[in-house]
């Protein structure tokens, strides 16, 4: 394997989703004014998730060899490390589940759910050819990712009691669960566009996505909007980087083609974490007002 620059080794050692999980999670508790959840939760939120991409990307890497998915960095990676990772899942999977019951009781129950668009989405995996955009699959990912950055949060919310419509229902898990859509969407987009050797499904690709992205954004300016007539700074801060992110991410649709896929990996990650020092700010700037 050829030598991989540093930057590059977060997203290959599946490092950047935990992060940003894990920082988004410090924004709903912002959000919903948890001051209280149990020290081990983060630590399971970033286990689980890193757990649940590296089982993805062995799966993917196992298709690649059988030719029905792309060939990448990340499949290389993966390929020469199999049985280390493989190994490191095994003991990621069993810290896990001891950090998972450690949890307060009812929080499994109350995060139930999740599992259905987490188990769809490597239903659907094993089934996909790899080629093209798979619209499902990044629906079902995105729903999973949102949620279950969220539903630890939510359970120590005011509105935990209310399942359906203070956590299913709610403005931000959608908004946060449809950005992770669009960015994973993204990145399939882009690599679809470079490989693709037609110039009009080139600017189909980018088109749809550029719609896709102004309409999230004109979502959350709108929410944020509302959020500032009824005096919820909270709300209003987290919709403006729901915005930000969506922003940051036609930015870099626009000039994807000065970027490599690798970087355009790592570049839709910067994209979810860009907004947060704006939302601290904000928060900051209101608690001195």
């Known amino acids: 394997m050829a030598r991989r620059p540093i930057w590059l080794w977060p997203n290959l050692l599946s490092l950047d989703a935990p992060l940003v999980a894990v920082a988004w999670f410090w924004v709903f508790k912002q959000v919903w004014l948890?001051?209280?959840?149990?020290?081990?939760?983060?630590?399971?939120?970033?286990?689980?998730?890193?757990?649940?991409?590296?089982?993805?990307?062995?799966?993917d890497e196992r298709m690649a060899q059988m030719g029905s998915k792309r060939e990448t960095s990340r499949h290389q990676f993966h390929r020469r490390w199999r049985r280390a990772l493989?190994?490191?899942?095994?003991?990621?999977?069993?810290?896990?589940m001891a950090l998972l019951v450690v949890q307060a009781r009812g929080l499994i129950k109350h995060g139930l759910f999740v599992l259905v668009p987490g188990v769809g989405y490597f239903v659907v995996s094993f089934y996909d050819s790899g080629r093209g955009v798979s619209y499902f699959k990044n629906f079902l990912a995105g729903l999973a990712f949102g949620y279950g950055t969220a539903v630890g949060v939510h359970f120590?919310?005011?509105?935990?009691?209310?399942l359906f419509f203070g956590l299913i229902l709610s403005p931000e898990v959608i908004a946060f669960s449809l950005l992770c859509i669009l960015n994973m969407t993204a990145i399939d987009h882009w690599e679809e566009a470079r490989e693709s050797k037609d110039p009009d499904e080139k600017a189909i690709y980018e088109t749809v996505l550029t719609l896709l992205l102004i309409l999230l954004a004109g979502a959350a300016l709108l929410m944020a909007m509302r959020a500032q007539r009824l005096n919820l700074?909270?709300?209003?801060?987290?919709?403006?980087?729901?915005?930000v992110s969506a922003a940051a991410l036609q930015v870099i649709n626009r000039v994807r083609a000065r970027f490599s896929l690798d970087s355009l990996r790592v570049l839709a990650d910067v994209a979810m974490l860009l907004p947060l020092p704006i939302f601290y700010v904000m928060l900051k700037y209101q608690g001195m007002g």
């Open 86 to 96: 493989t190994v490191a899942l095994l003991i990621g999977t069993i810290a896990s």
């Open 156 to 162: 120590r919310s005011r509105e935990s009691h209310d």
């Open 233 to 243: 700074e909270e709300q209003k801060a987290f919709f403006i980087a729901i915005m």
């Open 34 to 59: 948890v001051k209280y959840h149990q020290p081990t939760l983060p630590f399971l939120l970033a286990i689980a998730v890193w757990c649940v991409y590296v089982a993805d990307r062995l799966l």
